[in-house]
């Protein structure tokens, strides 16, 4: 048998090889949408903090305040004693966002989902899924032991195809699908999905996770089988997860999601911080629009399809071309991540952008003209 460091180094050789070896690169992020790395100074391309709120002086001033009231951390799970008292006001302000009965909080959108679907599906249960969701939802489906099967992407007559196969011989079904896809930007058929929930007497969950705050703050009538999660972090510039739907979900979700029975409630900071962030949400949705209108200027600018969300991917195919052009980027001051497997399927390597409201239309343009030179569109 190989000792522990030698099993992992032939693991990571291996990565190496097929260009998907990934490491950590320390940044400072404190400058609104620049970065630094190494003292060098880039445009950032790879954030999801879309409306620069992680760096909003009214944020800060949230949290500073939250940790001097009612300190550093919460204590313990918020079953025990860690539900402290700013956890009301957000949630209350989150189901009135999402127009939706009750909504609990996660300790992040991660958390959220391994929590919230083991506690709606297990054996006997079907699962419904889009073929391109969040590695976080395939990780809830694979916990919680229902059967599950995926359909082409947004493909809503391939998902009714699966139900009319596999409903019957199951139990509950539930549909999952991403709203904003992370790493295509482009929309779910969230309506077509909730017709069939009714049509196949199944439940919906839709993760929201890059919609909230930029493209989607009230678009859903409240529907008792649709559940809508999303998270904190991106956007909103905080951290933490919440679950949206009737209170009579929540409360069951309260009792039986294990990712927040068993984990410690989040520090108060960042609940004041998120809190502060959707009441300028809501003051502000000139400041919302910003992130795709910043993005739709950078499709047009290279004749690409019109962007859908702030997340416009340019898929080079091939991980090592996808290192290369990320790597041209930075040359050039602008850091955009590439994407490979397995975060993406086999031959869609990718550069994925991401526009924020702090982008400059000069910014953007300039991004455009270097990819252009360097033909990489
Ligand atoms: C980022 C993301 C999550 C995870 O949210 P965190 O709060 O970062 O844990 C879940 N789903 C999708 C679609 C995401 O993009």
Sequence with gaps: ?????????????????????????????????????????????????????????????????????????????????GNHTLYEQLEHAIAKQKNT????????????????????????????????????????????????????????KKCEELLKKYRDSHNNCLLITDHVFSM??????????????????????????????TISNRNFPDDENHIQMGTLSKALGAYGGYVAANKTVIDYLINNARSLIYSTALPPAVIASAYTALKII?????????????????????????????????????????????????ENGYLASAIRPPTVPNNTARLRFTFSALHTKKQIKELANTLLQHQLV
Excluded at 41 to 65: E, M, P, W
Excluded at 112 to 139: E, Q, R
Aim: glycine share 8%.
């Design 1 to 81: 048998m190989a000792t522990l460091a030698q099993y992992a180094d032939h693991a990571l050789k291996i990565k190496s090889q097929e260009c998907r070896l990934r490491t950590l690169n320390t940044v400072k992020r404190n400058d609104g949408i620049y970065l630094y790395q190494e003292n060098k100074r880039y445009v950032s391309f790879s954030c999801n903090d879309y409306l620069g709120l992680s760096q909003n002086s009214a944020l800060k001033h949230a949290a500073i305040t939250a940790t001097e009231h009612h300190g550093t951390g919460a204590g313990a799970s918020r079953l025990v004693t």
């Design 184 to 213: 295509d930007g482009d929309i779910a058929p969230i309506k077509e999905l909730v017709t069939l929930t009714k049509k196949y007497d199944a439940w919906l969950l839709s993760d929201d996770a890059h919609g909230f705050g």
């Design 101 to 156: 009965e009750s909504a609990v909080i996660f300790g992040s959108g991660y958390l959220a989902n391994i929590g919230t679907i083991p506690a709606l599906v297990g054996k006997g249960d079907l699962v419904i899924a889009d073929k391109l969701i969040h590695a976080c939802l395939i990780d809830g489906i694979k916990l919680s032991g229902a059967s599950w099967y995926r359909f082409t992407h947004n493909n809503i």
């Design 282 to 330: 809501n003051q502000d949705p000139k400041l919302c629009e910003k992130p795709l209108k910043n993005a739709q200027y950078f499709t047009k600018c290279l004749n690409l399809p019109l962007a859908q969300s702030p997340i416009v991917p340019l898929i080079l195919g091939n991980e090592g071309k996808t290192l290369r052009a990320s790597e041209i980027l930075k």
